[in-house]
């Protein structure tokens, strides 16, 4: 930047002024912009829509994912509440202020995985033991992973015949609640299934029943009145091996297949922490809706943006592809994510944490509002030019940096966009 600049000091300089014709839009270049989180304790509600008010909102996020699971104050099934659970009351508070702000507020209920945590069972086993894939797996043994029993968190068997009858009431329950149309069922870091011991799964295929899960929960919500769509995370559909992703990010217990078999309006949230791998065109390829998800890396969330606005680039003959946007996961507390990114100081912005992340996110997301502004260019009042730029750095708060070239030997461009007023500034050299 600084080399870009003293080229151009000496030189004589041209105002141009923006023209937006022909500008992409923020919402054609990122449609979907989200934050997932998990829901808000009851007595810091206040708190949470302030963010939303200050933070959510002019930050252009459109999306908001609530990890409500079993905290809220469940009629159908009240011996499934946590301690403490949301009520009707404190839900309606959260639903007005994203109706005011045009958020698509989405409740999350974790189906299938994740219904235990180290030592710790989750409401539903503790409460239906008998929905246990692994019922002879002891969370109390749990010690650290890996561990002799594979257990990292446990699953509920997919083929019991009661479980979905006690799940689909609580979704119902939610979607209700929050007045939804998308739900998130989670299905993450699934280890245990189609596990030997089980009397119902043992030998069937893990993709089979993977699948069938998915497809179960997608049609419960599809046939109600308002057509209701069903999110969820997208690590059991990719191979792990294939890839080389790994265990995690991906699947090396024979989950992957189901990405041929489940239904291709099932959201994909393609959650990639350690690196902006290309996957969200495997997805694509396979015509189901994406949108990336980071969590504590700054520049693997850009990267992540990049991609995705290249990706819709690339594919604007078919409007965009499945490619839709990003989503900043948050695994604390949301009250210790929004005190965090309160507390964020400059230096605290290029290291890695969940509200660095979403700081970088909210940052990229300015710099593609920006950039609406100056697809077009006057060129002293008569020609114009089409800019291709690019961002080189953002060294101070409140000012991003361009630089473009024009279609002309030797013609450079340098452009000031000033965030807190969303003034941009033009200054040409030649």
């Not at 959260?94 to 030592?119: D, F, M, R, T, Y």
């Not at 290029?350 to 060129?379: D, H, N, Q």
């Not at 089409?386 to 473009?404: D, L, R």
């Amino acid at each position: 930047m600084n080399k870009l600049c003293s080229v151009i000091a000496p030189l004589f300089f041209v105002l141009l002024i923006a023209i937006p014709v022909g500008a992409v839009t923020l919402d054609e270049a990122l449609p979907l912009r989200g934050l997932c989180l998990q829901a808000p304790q009851r007595q810091r509600i206040d708190d949470f829509i302030k963010f939303i008010d200050e933070v959510l909102a002019p930050g252009k996020i459109n999306t908001l994912i609530l990890r409500v699971d079993f905290g809220y104050e469940y009629t159908s099934h009240p011996e499934l509440r946590a301690r403490s659970p949301l009520t009707k009351a404190d839900v309606k508070k959260l639903v007005e202020a994203c109706k005011k702000h045009k958020i698509n507020l989405i409740p999350h209920l974790q189906l299938l995985g994740h219904q235990s945590w180290a030592k710790t069972t989750g409401k539903l086993l503790e409460v239906y033991p008998e929905f246990d894939e692994t019922p002879h797996v002891k969370t109390e043994n749990y010690t650290s992973w890996p561990n002799s029993d594979g257990l990292y968190c446990k699953s509920y068997c997919p083929l019991h015949p009661e479980v979905h009858k006690v799940m689909y009431a609580l979704i119902d329950e939610l979607m209700d609640v929050f007045e939804a149309t998308d739900f998130h069922g989670g299905m993450d870091e699934v280890f245990y299934i189609a596990n030997e011991k089980c009397p119902r799964c043992a030998g069937k295929n893990p993709a089979e029943l993977f699948a069938g899960e998915v497809t179960k929960a997608r049609n419960h919500l599809a046939e109600k009145k308002v057509q209701r769509k069903l999110w969820i995370w997208g690590d059991r559909l990719i191979d792990g091996r294939t890839t080389r992703i790994g265990m995690w990010e991906a699947s090396m217990n024979g989950t992957a297949p189901a990405i041929d078999l489940i239904p291709k309006d099932v959201f994909i949230c393609d959650w990639h922490y350690e690196k902006a791998h290309t996957t969200p065109l495997l997805f694509n390829e396979k015509g189901l809706n994406v949108a990336s998800c980071p969590w504590k890396k700054p520049q693997v969330a850009a990267e992540q943006i990049a991609n995705m606005v290249k990706f819709r680039k690339e594919a604007e003959e078919k409007n965009g592809g499945q490619f839709q946007g990003i989503i900043q996961t948050v695994w604390g507390s949301a009250e210790g994510f929004i005190r965090a990114y309160r507390d964020l100081t400059p230096e605290q912005e290029t290291g890695e944490s969940e509200a660095a992340c979403f700081k970088r996110v909210l940052g990229e997301i300015a710099i593609l509002r920006a950039i609406e502004k100056f697809y077009e260019v006057k060129w002293g009042g008569d020609s114009h030019l089409e800019f291709n730029i690019k961002v080189v750095e953002k060294p101070a708060e409140w000012t991003v940096y361009f630089e473009g070239k024009v279609p002309a030997p030797g013609n450079h461009a340098l452009v000031w966009i000033r965030k807190a007023t969303g003034e941009v500034v033009f200054a040409a050299g030649q």
